[in-house]
């Protein structure tokens, strides 16, 4: 398949292939390289951005180095608050990732890239990462996202009207669809590239000619598809790129081996193996290997087809392509059937299908759908726009000249009809003040009535309220008497148990006394969580420093010492130079119990890695927590209680139901909200918003 997706890296590419060609023909390159070290440690915090930039570019073909001058430059660009060089150093993060085949790395920096770029309206910006994003999600297999950052990005030159850019987008869609096996729908987008590219020139349209062979070959319209192939052959010779002849070699081959002309086949195949080994094209020969051994398995070569079958196998799992995973498969369970070896054969029959299944979904296919029907519906939207627009022009001096017609009319009648009404108004008036006066009245008996009732309302109110005060403040009393009165033989029963353990060895007596422990030891969680409720209750909110992320690592690591039965893996997005003035015991409590929550109710089962992701940012003078996992959930008929006091969320842990309510007391506490939902991945989250001001 043809890649169109790189073109949408011009920028950073340009400006290697810039400094990669002028700079060694002027013998500055080291120089230069030096002089902006130099000046990286000479210049202030507020300048460095750029020129650590600068030095990505001149070190791009060193991966550590560049890595870390691009990282260089996004630290200084926050100092800074330069947003330009924040954007160009997230983007440059994710190229190095994204060649190193770190999609998921390269996904989470393009996506800071895209948010500051479409903040600040960097339009130039926002359209490379769109599609630098396409391209992480197209070889991650996740096509519905491809689909949906490549509209956004063809949106955007759409805008623009660079016809040139529309054909890349357009390709770029088709290759989508190609791989979902949409060919009517990749057919459609390549001719609409192949127009532009006719009509500009040419420029390109070779690699269109190999896109509409691969689409048309995928229909079984092998005629067309061999034209189209044989087409690229005439047009490149020796003049183009090795990936483009390659893909037509192997394309041309791929047709004349479903037409049965397979010594055609094979000598087209053969020409593009011999390119993918000189060019050492790994994906390539993971594609040549494929489609030759099933020639070689047609001429009953089996041991050569299964040869050359495992070898493309091998490189599709080292470089983890499962597509060509899955095709290889296909072919292994002809292989095995044809051998009789039907165990074999059913084996990668049920490979293929699980494979199959897991890049295609039900849910893939919907979002995919969903996508094509929003930006369809945007053209249409854009048609009827125009349309109006254009409607609108010609019939424009038509209503204003009926308009002003009307108005002529209408005016005449008006003054007319004004001045007859005035004294018809004039007599209504003078009845309607005579009412009035006599409403007027009455209003003012039915006032006096009215704020007595107030006044007795008010009275009753107040002593309703002193004696609710009082009940309140007895409450807490005694919820804080109780607590350290309690606290006291309970500390006492568990020293007693502790000892009778280190001295009893009969081993009933020892489980009853383990049990007593156990129970004492929850006592005592309820009572410390009871003095907590009195303490919010009795607080007045402080405003200490917190270092956010410091503050939520602590808690994690202890709350993963205490539930280190099961490796949880947790997630933290935190940034490092987070500082807020907050009342720090408060928001200690609502994180402590959100993430140990997380931890108390993961789920068990050995075959379900469990996670926490834990995120934390400050949004419009408010704090943003979001804490979530995927434990064991919370019932849906529950959902609206697990906030009230003693209401537990799940019976697998013997709680005593305070956390969630101490974590809804303290919000409360600090006029914030808090909310809990299920992600689109199914799981737990809880959201909460607390005001800084």
């Given at each position: 398949?043809?890649?169109?997706?790189?073109?949408?890296?011009?920028?950073?590419?340009?400006?290697?292939?810039?400094?990669?060609?002028?700079?060694?023909?002027l013998g500055m390159a080291q120089s230069r390289y030096d002089s902006l070290l130099i000046a990286a440690k000479k210049s202030q915090d507020i300048d460095k951005g750029p020129i650590y930039m600068e030095l990505f570019i001149s070190s791009v073909n060193n991966y550590d180095s560049a890595l870390f001058f691009a990282n260089q430059a996004r630290k200084y660009s926050l100092t800074a608050g330069d947003s330009l060089t924040f954007v160009r150093a997230e983007y440059a993060m994710a190229y190095l990732y994204r060649g190193q085949g770190l999609y998921n790395e390269a996904i989470e920096h393009y996506d800071r890239a895209l948010i500051t770029a479409q903040n600040n309206d960097f339009q130039d910006r926002e359209k490379s990462i769109l599609n630098g994003l396409a391209i992480c999600y197209y070889y991650s297999s996740q096509f519905d996202k491809s689909l949906e950052y490549h509209f956004k990005s063809l949106a955007l030159r759409e805008k623009e009207g660079?016809?040139?850019?529309?054909?890349?987008?357009?390709?770029?869609?088709?290759?989508?669809?190609?791989?979902?096996?949409?060919?009517?729908?990749?057919?459609?987008?390549?001719?609409?590239?192949?127009?532009?590219?006719?009509?500009?020139?040419?420029?390109?349209?070779?690699?269109?000619?190999?896109?509409?062979?691969?689409?048309?070959?995928?229909?079984?319209?092998?005629?067309?598809?061999?034209?189209?192939?044989?087409?690229t052959i005439s047009i490149c010779q020796d003049e183009c790129k090795g990936q483009i002849l390659f893909e037509a070699y192997n394309g041309a081959g791929a047709c004349l081996f479903e037409l049965e002309k397979l010594n055609e086949a094979e000598v087209y195949l053969n020409k593009g193996l011999?390119?993918?080994?000189?060019?050492?094209?790994?994906?390539?020969?993971?594609?040549?290997?494929?489609?030759l051994a099933k020639i070689n398995l047609k001429h009953g070569e089996t041991d050569l087809a299964l040869t050359r079958l495992k070898m493309s196998q091998d490189l599709a799992n080292r470089l983890g392509i499962r597509l060509w995973a899955k095709k290889n498969f296909k072919v292994l369970a002809d292989l095995f059937y044809e051998t009789g070896n039907y165990k074999k054969a059913f084996d990668y029959q049920v490979k293929y299908d699980s494979v199959s299944s897991e890049i295609l979904n039900e849910t893939v296919a919907k979002n995919m759908l969903q996508i094509q029907v929003d930006f369809?519906?945007?053209?249409?939207?854009?048609?009827?726009?125009?349309?109006?627009?254009?409607?609108?022009?010609?019939?424009?001096?038509?209503?204003?000249?009926?308009?002003?017609?009307?108005?002529?009319?209408?005016?005449?009648?008006?003054?007319?009809?004004n001045n007859k009404l005035r004294k018809r108004v004039n007599r209504k008036l003078t009845i309607a003040n005579k009412t009035i006066e006599n409403q007027n009245s009455k209003l003012t008996e039915l006032n006096t009535a009215l704020e007595d009732r107030v006044r007795?309302?008010?009275?009753?109110?107040r002593s309703t309220n002193k004696a609710l005060t009082k009940s309140n403040n007895d409450l807490d009393n005694f919820i804080y008497k109780t607590s350290h009165d309690i606290r006291g033989p309970l500390a006492t029963l568990q020293g007693v148990c502790n000892i009778a353990l280190m001295d009893i060895k009969e081993k009933v007596a020892v489980d009853y006394f383990e049990k007593l422990s156990r129970t004492a030891s929850k006592l005592n969680?309820?009572?410390?969580?009871?003095?907590?409720?009195?303490?919010?209750?009795?607080?007045?909110?402080?405003?200490?420093?917190?270092?956010?992320?410091?503050?939520?690592?602590?808690?994690?690591?202890?709350?993963?010492?205490?539930?280190?039965?099961?490796?949880?893996?947790?997630?933290?997005?935190?940034?490092?130079?987070?500082?807020?003035?907050?009342?720090?015991?408060?928001?200690?409590?609502?994180?402590?119990n959100l993430i140990n929550n997380a931890f108390k109710f993961h789920n068990t089962s050995s075959k379900i890695k469990s996670i926490i992701n834990i995120s934390a940012l400050v949004k419009d003078g408010e704090l943003h927590i979001n804490v979530s996992d995927n434990g064991v959930g919370i019932n849906d008929n529950i959902v609206a209680q697990i906030f009230d006091i003693f209401s537990k969320t799940s019976e697998m842990q013997d709680t005593a139901g305070l956390g969630l309510y101490l974590v809804k007391l303290a919000v409360d506490k600090l006029e914030g909200n808090i909310f809990v939902s299920k992600t689109k991945d199914n799981l737990t989250l809880f959201s909460v918003i607390l005001p800084l001001s």
């Open positions: 398949m043809c890649d169109y997706f790189n073109y949408g890296n011009r920028f950073i590419k340009t400006i290697i292939i810039i400094v990669s060609l002028i700079l060694p023909l660079d016809q040139n850019e529309i054909a890349i987008s357009s390709n770029n869609i088709g290759l989508v669809y190609y791989q979902l096996k949409d060919y009517p729908k990749a057919i459609i987008y390549f001719n609409r590239a192949r127009e532009i590219e006719e009509k500009n020139g040419h420029k390109g349209i070779e690699g269109t000619y190999v896109n509409l062979g691969l689409a048309y070959l995928g229909l079984g319209n092998f005629e067309i598809a061999l034209e189209n192939f044989e087409k011999v390119l993918a080994e000189s060019q050492k094209s790994e994906m390539n020969l993971i594609t040549i290997y494929n489609n369809e519906e945007r053209q249409n939207l854009e048609i009827i726009k125009l349309k109006d627009k254009e409607i609108s022009r010609t019939n424009t001096l038509l209503i204003l000249s009926v308009i002003i017609s009307l108005l002529t009319v209408l005016i005449v009648i008006i003054l007319y009809r007795e309302r008010t009275e009753e109110l969680q309820i009572l410390s969580k009871l003095l907590v409720i009195n303490q919010i209750n009795n607080s007045m909110p402080s405003d200490d420093e917190v270092i956010l992320k410091k503050l939520i690592t602590e808690i994690v690591e202890e709350n993963s010492q205490l539930f280190d039965e099961k490796t949880i893996g947790v997630s933290i997005d935190v940034s490092e130079n987070l500082k807020i003035f907050f009342d720090a015991l408060l928001l200690k409590i609502i994180l402590n």
